[in-house]
């Protein structure tokens, strides 16, 4: 026979246990809408995310061919030169190139992956501009590991290229320089020959209104920005964005 | 004026959410039976049988919640149980499910009924057949005529009816009266009551979960709220359904305590009635009724609609195309007789709720696998699998003389189970699938092919 405290138990949950039923009835009722509001952001929001990524690896595509174009004139050009050696060399280092191109499907890599690349590129310059092109390269050790768009730095270097050097005469000076300032990255690239583009920056050339959607894209709630400056010592370009170390970055993507 | 499309007399106008659901779920479920056979369940088994009882409720929704996930996925567009068994049965097996479904409604409806007849015979000096009639007439109006539009419409106010009388009435009375003072008189009284090492109790409890499944299985009307439900929210729906359910019986058995711990009793069912003695205020009183003719008519009316579109859409119709006025026309006539039907057996009737539960235990229980079997298999199953039930059922009730109730309700349950597992077994081993393609070679189904 169970004891009076067991039958006050008893009586205890039969008394309460409607209560809790209407409570969450009540609360069913007070939060299902918000709920489902709730889960149907947080699929929209992956719907966005997977539409920004779908439009991201368009614009990635977009800028491949505009690169592949002008180097392989930079190689036609040593090959109208009959400069076979360094022919032979360009097209082991665009072979190199292509083939970390073509690995690099992420929507983002490191600030040293882009740089191993940039040097391919510079390589294949070299060959052609010789002694006439210097260029120089410096990083921030702590900047190696954090994230950047893919071919970013390719972009302001190739515009150099082709709006300044292959267009002016005398000494083809590079800068490339990638440094933390607080939070965000400073990446600045200046060469020596300014050129006369509108510095509206949709206008300066395919990459730089390309880079800032991309940037935009990937930093959606943070500031980014890419400034270009004429002046009477060089074309300056700079692009800020945030600073991310990679393995953060792809924790983020996970959990999101 | 126009009459509305029949559909919106069938679903409604609506996909009901968790919330709605569970209200909908809860109206149809919290019964006559509810109210009558939890006393009846403790008086019997002892707490431990009140217990059972809810147990039985809760477990019933939520197994049917898994299924009406799968039901969900795998006939969409379907409306009723009727809907389902036409596509997987052959004409002879269907015709025999319909007549089960309708034996089994007009049991449960009965049941009901003459809940509906003990309360007014308590409350109200009218005569007992005006009564009725009033409130037949009542269920009528909502289940009948205003379907699923207007049983929602009412749901919501049966359920605050319900859990406003659970949860105010048993605090008034045990503030009232102390829980020392009960458990003395149930110590004196019903000394039974209070003993739970008892081994029929757990028998009962599995044997009522068993029951109680089968009949959420075969109900009509839960099938139509599992298409109602919106199909992500379905299982969630009919889980909580099935907690909330228990509680309400819980809160049943402690109020009957009040009413028997310092008496001994007459009939196990006008003693739930007898509460309205016990109460003194007359807000409560009210309230009482209220909850009493809430649980009940929301329950018929629930029947009555369910009971109705089967009858239009899965026996008329197959015969003959109705038109819109037609099936209207059709609900009116056979809701009506339904009722009229009620009130004759229900004057002339006496009842006893848990023999009748228990008298159809036998065929919701040996329904319960071949109806799994229907559900789950990919293809049309002949007359066997349906009639297994049968089979089962009359086993059951053949060993009645020699074993007791609850053992008789697992036997008809062991022999229809065992039929289905033969046939599993011969048509995976011994009957070849031919695939059926159309002359483009789309897969249209498949036809068996015994050696």
């Known amino acids: ?30 939060f299902e809408k918000r709920i489902d509001l709730l889960e149907k952001q947080t699929r929209e929001i992956a719907l966005e995310r997977e539409l920004q990524t779908a439009l991201y690896n368009q614009l990635n595509k977009e800028i491949q061919p505009h690169f592949f174009f002008n180097t392989l004139n930079s190689i036609l050009s040593l090959a109208r030169l009959d400069r076979k050696t360094e022919l032979i060399r360009s097209i082991e280092t665009l072979s190199k190139l292509l083939k970390f191109k073509y690995q690099t499907n992420n929507t983002f890599i490191t600030i040293e992956e882009e ?8 390589e294949i310059q070299k060959t052609r501009f010789r002694e006439r092109l210097q260029y120089e390269i410096s990083t921030d050790p702590k900047v190696n590991k954090a994230v950047i768009i893919p071919f970013l730095i390719q972009t302001l270097v190739e515009n150099a290229f082709k709006h300044s050097f292959e267009k002016k005469i005398g000494d083809a000076l590079l800068k490339i320089e990638v440094i933390k300032i607080e939070q965000a990255i400073h990446v600045t690239v200046w060469n020596n020959l300014p050129d006369h583009l509108d510095e509206k920056l949709g206008k300066g050339g395919l990459g730089l209104g390309n880079i ?9 709630n943070d500031e980014t920005s890419v400034q270009l400056t004429n002046s009477e010592d060089g074309t300056t370009v700079i692009a800020i964005f945030p600073f991310v170390i990679k393995s953060l970055m792809e924790k983020g993507a996970s959990s999101i | 004026m126009k ?15 968790v919330g709605f659901g569970i209200i909908s779920l809860l109206a149809r479920w919290v019964t006559g039976n509810t109210i009558l056979s939890s006393p009846e369940t403790l008086i019997k088994y002892g707490l431990t049988g009140g217990i059972g009882y809810s147990l039985m409720g809760a477990f019933a929704l939520i197994l049917f919640g898994f299924l009406a996930k799968k039901i969900h996925k795998k006939y969409p567009g379907h409306h009723t149980i009727g809907d389902v068994l036409r596509q997987k049965l ?9 007549s089960v479904l309708l034996l089994t409604s007009i049991d449960s409806l009965l049941l009901q009924a003459m809940g509906a007849h003990i309360l007014l015979h308590m409350i109200f000096p009218l005569p007992i057949f005006t009564g009725m009639l009033i409130f037949l007439l009542i269920c009528f109006f909502i289940g009948g005529v205003g379907g699923m539009q207007r049983l929602h419409q009412l749901a919501g106010a049966n359920v605050a009816l319900i859990f406003g009388a659970v949860i105010i009435i048993p605090v008034y009375f045990y503030i009232q009266e102390g829980v020392y003072p009960v458990y003395e008189g149930i110590k004196l009284y019903h000394p039974y009551l209070l003993y739970i090492n008892n081994t029929d109790a757990f028998l009962f409890i599995v044997t009522v979960i068993l029951i109680g499944f089968g009949q959420v299985m075969i ?30 019986p819980l809160a049943l058995s402690s109020l009957l305590m009040i009413i028997i711990f310092g008496r001994s009793y ?54 003959r195309t109705l038109t819109n006025k037609e099936k209207w026309n059709c609900t009116y006539i056979v809701s009506g007789m339904i009722c009229i039907f009620l009130l004759t057996i229900v004057s002339f009737l006496e009842p006893n709720l848990l023999g009748l539960l228990f008298f159809f235990g036998n065929i919701y229980a040996s329904l319960i696998v071949p109806l ?11 007359s066997i699998i349906p009639l297994a039930s049968f089979i089962g059922a009359a086993g059951g009730y053949v060993s009645l003389p020699m074993l007791e109730n609850l053992m008789a309700i697992w036997v008809s349950f062991a022999i229809s189970s065992f039929i289905c597992l033969v046939y599993f077994i011969y048509q995976s081993f011994f009957i070849e699938l031919i695939p059926l393609k159309d002359h483009t070679g789309n897969f249209l189904g498949t036809k068996q092919n015994a050696p």
């Open chain 1, 212 to 220: 800032i959607k991309r940037l935009d894209l990937l930093f959606p």
């Open chain 2, 90 to 98: 052959t004409p002879t097996g269907y015709w025999y499910m319909i």
């Open chain 2, 219 to 248: 109900d009509r009307a839960t099938w139509q709220r599992v298409f109602i439900i919106q199909k992500e929210k379905a299982q969630m729906a009919f889980t909580l359904a099935g907690l909330v359910w228990a509680t309400i």
């Open chain 1, 1 to 30: 026979m169970i004891t009076l405290d067991a039958f006050s138990i008893y009586i205890m949950i039969c008394v309460l246990a409607p209560v809790l039923g209407a409570f969450t009835l009540l609360f069913l009722f007070i």
């Open chain 1, 115 to 122: 740089l191993t690349y940039i040097n391919y590129y510079l």
């Open chain 2, 3 to 17: 009459r509305k499309d029949y559909q919106i007399y069938i679903s409604g106008t609506i996909k009901l959410g």
């Open chain 2, 266 to 319: 007459d009939t196990i069912y006008s003693l739930f009635f007898e509460l309205v003695d016990k109460i003194q205020s007359t807000m409560l009183i009210i309230l009482f009724v209220l909850f009493c003719f809430s649980a009940i008519s929301s329950a018929i009316s629930s029947e009555l609609h369910a009971t109705t579109t089967l009858i239009v859409k899965n026996i008329i119709e197959v015969f």
């Open chain 2, 372 to 382: 799994l079997y229907i559900i789950l298999s990919k293809k049309v199953l002949p």
